[in-house]
């Protein structure tokens, strides 16, 4: 199992990038917020749709997979049962509703 860590930042973090006849599965989800407030975390899959599902001239799509909002000085957990159904088809990013290398986000990822 891959892992990616990034800070909690407002502009979307590359986490992984998932290869086109793939589908990115997220196995584990932590998020240490050790900042002083609460901090809002969305994973966002920043895809370009295939023709051949009937969109004739697709266009650069982002699609909210999840959001979790985390107390301050909370360390917050999901396990790959909690995310079974969270799929990835493009690249995947994680944004917050602030800034602070005191929050850390944490995904533990593979592909199928």
């Known amino acids: 199992?891959?892992?990616a860590n990034v800070a909690a930042d407002t502009t979307a973090?590359?986490?992984f990038t998932t290869p086109k006849v793939k589908k990115g599965k997220l196995s584990s989800l932590?998020?240490?917020n050790q900042s002083g407030a609460p901090r809002t975390v969305r994973l966002q899959d920043i895809f370009t749709p295939d023709p051949s599902n009937g969109t004739p001239s697709p266009v650069l799509t982002t699609e909210e997979r999840l959001q979790v909002t985390v107390?301050?000085?909370?360390t917050y957990s999901l396990s790959e049962e909690d995310l079974k159904d969270v799929e990835m088809l493009g690249?995947?990013?994680a944004i917050a509703d602030g800034i602070s290398a005191a929050c850390v986000i944490i995904v533990g990822y593979h592909f199928e």
């Open 91 to 93: 690249d995947a990013k």
């Open 1 to 3: 199992m891959a892992t």
């Open 13 to 15: 973090q590359a986490l």
């Open 71 to 74: 107390a301050a000085g909370v």
């Open 30 to 32: 932590k998020i240490d």
